[in-house]
């Protein structure tokens, strides 16, 4: 194993605990998310996948953010259960309008700069930069948003020959699925 897969074989350890850690909504998974981060981040560099790293430098500056948010909602329900914000139809719409524009755009810039795979590394950006945000809003159709994103990560994973990290986004498509259900039942509305 080479450096660059240690650094893979990494993302995708910590990557797991984050998941366990974001189903069962445990503040700890930010931190967790931190390390699985940098990890990422270094892995796309290396194999010049440009918004996928720039993804996941954003996804290391919202951890912070959801870490501040999560510590205060979690003083508002009981123990066992998670806390969720209702997504106003605004930002619905506002995400929708910046997926289309912010694709399409990124696509255009990727292109540019000679991205590995512009179309799967931009579409699964904005995806992930709105699935972020939703996450940390608590919202419960962040969970449907990383389904598409990660199967559209996988791909572009394959497609690269990021085994590793395929891997990694497999079980983030499974714990998504999961965490959706989860959420649903045991979700309360603060």
């Given at each position: 194993m080479d450096w660059i897969q240690a650094i893979e074989v990494f993302a995708l350890v910590t990557g797991v605990i984050y998941l366990v850690l974001e189903v069962l909504?445990?503040?700890?998974?930010?931190?967790?998310?931190?390390?699985?981060?940098?990890?990422?981040?270094?892995?796309?560099?290396?194999?010049?996948v440009w918004a996928s790293m720039g993804l996941n430098i954003y996804y290391v500056v919202i951890s912070v953010v959801g870490f501040i948010r999560w510590r205060?909602?979690?003083?508002?329900?009981?123990?066992?259960?998670?806390?969720?914000?209702k997504l106003p139809r605004?930002?619905?719409?506002?995400?929708?309008?910046?997926?289309v524009l912010g694709s399409l755009a990124m696509i255009w810039l990727l292109r540019a700069i000679g991205d590995a795979e512009p179309r799967l590394d931009g579409t699964a950006t904005v995806l992930s930069v709105i699935g972020t945000w939703w996450l940390?809003?608590?919202?419960?159709?962040?969970?449907?948003?990383?389904?598409?994103?990660?199967?559209?990560?996988?791909?572009?994973?394959?497609?690269?020959?990021?085994?590793?990290m395929a891997l990694l986004y497999l079980a983030y498509i499974a714990s998504a699925i999961y965490g959706y259900y989860h959420w649903r039942r045991k979700g309360v509305l603060i």
């Amino acid at each position: 194993m080479d450096w660059i897969q240690a650094i893979e074989v990494f993302a995708l350890v910590t990557g797991v605990i984050y998941l366990v850690l974001e189903v069962l909504q445990k503040n700890a998974m930010w931190v967790v998310g931190i390390l699985t981060s940098a990890a990422c981040a270094f892995s796309f560099a290396y194999q010049q996948v440009w918004a996928s790293m720039g993804l996941n430098i954003y996804y290391v500056v919202i951890s912070v953010v959801g870490f501040i948010r999560w510590r205060k909602d979690c003083a508002k329900v009981a123990e066992g259960e998670i806390h969720l914000r209702k997504l106003p139809r605004k930002v619905a719409a506002w995400s929708a309008v910046l997926f289309v524009l912010g694709s399409l755009a990124m696509i255009w810039l990727l292109r540019a700069i000679g991205d590995a795979e512009p179309r799967l590394d931009g579409t699964a950006t904005v995806l992930s930069v709105i699935g972020t945000w939703w996450l940390a809003q608590s919202y419960l159709q962040q969970w449907l948003i990383w389904i598409v994103a990660d199967i559209i990560t996988t791909t572009l994973c394959v497609v690269t020959g990021q085994y590793w990290m395929a891997l990694l986004y497999l079980a983030y498509i499974a714990s998504a699925i999961y965490g959706y259900y989860h959420w649903r039942r045991k979700g309360v509305l603060i």
